[in-house]
């Protein structure tokens, strides 16, 4: 048996789900696909079932917030791992900020569970699904996600600080 390569994983992706896939890279040896929101837990059920790919290991989810970016503002990130194979996958899903809400992969992987908490919990990411999705590292009684660029990094009266170097460029003050 023959160990696969990201190309392998890349070509099995696109065969199984066509158009779903939006957009695809290779970047530091790492395979990056990006899939349509509602696609990607059968995608990752479909890695992880399939015998020959063996995605059998969640590393992170993640999540990341892209204000300027018009019905994609919200980016759920996914990395898993072949053992088998040696590869590293990251599954990408982009959302608009108007409907946070994704299928959660608890019933996948068990360690989603926190994982998905967090990301909850800094960015408001909604996992359809998740058997207790609350905060877990934020206050209870928090009514915002605080990952998000949506706030001040600094007094507006201090000069030494400017927000265009932490990818916040339209913060009105």
Same mark, same amino acid.
Do not use: C
């Given at each position: 048996m023959d160990k696969k390569n990201n190309h392998d994983y890349l070509s099995a992706i696109q065969e199984?789900?066509?158009?779903?896939?939006?957009?695809?890279?290779?970047?530091?040896?790492?395979?990056?696909?990006e899939l349509t929101p509602s696609k990607i837990h059968d995608a990752i059920a479909w890695l992880q079932a399939d015998q020959e790919l063996s995605v059998n290991y969640l590393t992170n989810i993640a999540g990341v917030h892209y204000p300027e970016a018009? $019905?994609?503002? @919200?980016?759920?990130?996914?990395? *898993?791992h072949s053992w088998k194979n040696n590869i590293r996958l990251r599954i990408k899903g982009y959302l608009p900020?108007?409907?946070?809400?994704?299928?959660?992969?608890?019933?996948l992987f068990d360690?989603?569970?926190?994982?998905?908490?967090?990301?909850?919990?800094?960015? $408001?990411?909604? @996992?359809?699904?998740?058997?207790? *999705?609350?905060?877990?590292?934020?206050?209870?009684?928090?009514d915002y996600f605080?990952?998000?660029k949506e706030y001040v990094l600094e007094d507006a009266?201090?000069?030494d600080k400017d927000d265009?170097?932490?990818?916040?460029?339209n913060i009105e003050q």
């Open positions: 199984r789900f066509g158009s779903e896939v939006l957009a695809h890279e290779e970047s530091f040896g790492m395979l990056n696909v018009l $019905g994609r503002e @919200f980016a759920v990130v996914y990395q *898993l900020k108007e409907n946070l809400h994704i299928a959660s992969i608890t019933d360690g989603a569970n926190w994982m998905e908490r967090e990301t909850y919990d800094f960015f $408001g990411i909604q @996992f359809d699904g998740h058997p207790d *999705l609350r905060r877990i590292l934020n206050m209870d009684d928090m605080p990952m998000r009266t201090r000069e265009r170097f932490f990818g916040r460029n």
